[in-house]
């Protein structure tokens, strides 16, 4: 069923990335200046931002506003503002872990220095607001709405952002598994697919009732999405993850598997695993030895039934709008697609 989704992807692909393309900000200056300017700041934002993977996330802008009756065409200044933020999250994300790749590349810091990778991903949040805007085919009343709500959004980022490098910050392990539900919710979920399909359902003419319920659709799938990106980083593909293999160990991340198997593990095993989270440990061995004792905890069996259970639920929410008059049929057949995708992609 996760097919559906892919040739969704695959279909509106163009035109994001036309969107982008257009939306590449420029010097406000011309002449010597300019040049500095875009070396420094426009340059090394549109390169990171091109880097972008499957771009579902403003692809889900695009599916909110067709479930509802408008054009993918309605959302795209929407869709461009969410992989903005996107982008801006990341660089950001990557200076506060010390990250050395991203998408196979080194971070964005790494290559430019931290100072001018704090001023590009500064950059691409302002961008957020213009493109949206700029956007002259939104009624200001949709414009308005559709910002406030991307704020709510990053607001809520920023939150699961506090808590999952506090209690790094702080080695807290006394954490529970609603503890990780809630982090994993507001740093993931709004921003990967909630607000995408919200955002997308409100400017397209959408009723208030369908637009939240896309919502809270998308949060159910959004944290099956990265309860995924937990296992893959785990137990995934060692080759194509390369070196991003098993890293949430070596930053000590706080994970469902994680969490789950410290609160199933007798004394002994739970304090080898937390030895080995807080040592940040990055040899083979350990990191194999980490990712077996998860295992005994039964943090990878139950992330995985989660994950294909939250899954489920969004699926059993398509059908609910649908029944209710809200999304169309090959709408509801998208977006239970969408969530079977989260749960089965194998990147």
């Not at 692909?13 to 420029?26: M, S």
């Not at 002449?31 to 300017?37: T, V």
């Not at 070596?250 to 593990?265: C, D, P, Q, Y």
Request: net charge negative; with cysteine.
């Amino acid at each position: 069923m996760a097919e559906l989704f892919v040739d969704y992807l695959r279909r509106r692909l163009p035109l994001v990335e036309a969107a982008l393309a257009d939306a590449a900000a420029r010097p406000l200056t011309q002449g010597a200046p300019a040049d500095d300017l875009t070396s420094y700041l426009y340059a090394p934002v549109a390169r990171f931002t091109a880097s972008g993977g499957k771009r579902v996330r403003p692809v889900l802008a695009l599916l909110g506003s067709e479930a509802v009756g408008g054009r993918a065409e309605d959302a795209l200044s929407c869709a461009v503002a969410v992989e903005l933020f996107q982008s801006a999250a990341l660089i950001h994300d990557d200076i506060a872990d010390e990250g050395e790749l991203r998408r196979g590349e080194p971070c964005l810091h790494r290559v430019e220095g931290t100072g001018l990778a704090i001023n590009a991903g500064d950059l691409a949040l302002a961008q957020v607001f213009e493109v949206v805007l700029a956007d002259e085919g939104l009624s200001p009343e949709r414009k308005v709405r559709a910002l406030s709500e991307i704020v709510a959004m990053e607001r809520h980022t920023l939150e699961g952002q506090a808590l999952d490098l506090g209690w790094v910050r702080d080695r807290r392990w006394d954490l529970s598994t609603e503890d990780y539900l809630y982090m994993v919710r507001s740093k993931t979920a709004w921003y990967s697919a909630a607000v995408p399909l919200f955002v997308g359902a409100l400017v397209g003419g959408g009723s208030e009732r369908a637009a939240r319920g896309l919502l809270e659709l998308g949060l159910t799938a959004g944290v099956a999405f990265q309860l995924q990106d937990d296992l893959l980083n785990l137990v995934g593909d060692a080759a194509a993850q390369g070196k991003d293999f098993r890293s949430d160990v070596t930053e000590g991340k706080r994970t469902l598997a994680v969490v789950w198997a410290l609160e199933h593990l007798g004394d002994d095993g739970r304090a080898e695993l937390i030895a080995l989270l807080d040592a940040g440990v990055s040899d083979a061995p350990r990191l194999e030895r980490a990712v077996e004792l998860i295992e005994l905890g039964g943090g990878i069996d139950r992330c995985r039934a989660l994950a294909r259970e939250l899954a489920d639920d969004a699926r059993e929410r398509a059908d609910a709008l649908l029944e209710a008059g809200l999304v169309s049929a090959e709408a509801r057949d998208l977006l239970a697609s969408m969530a079977d995708f989260f749960v089965e992609r194998a990147g």
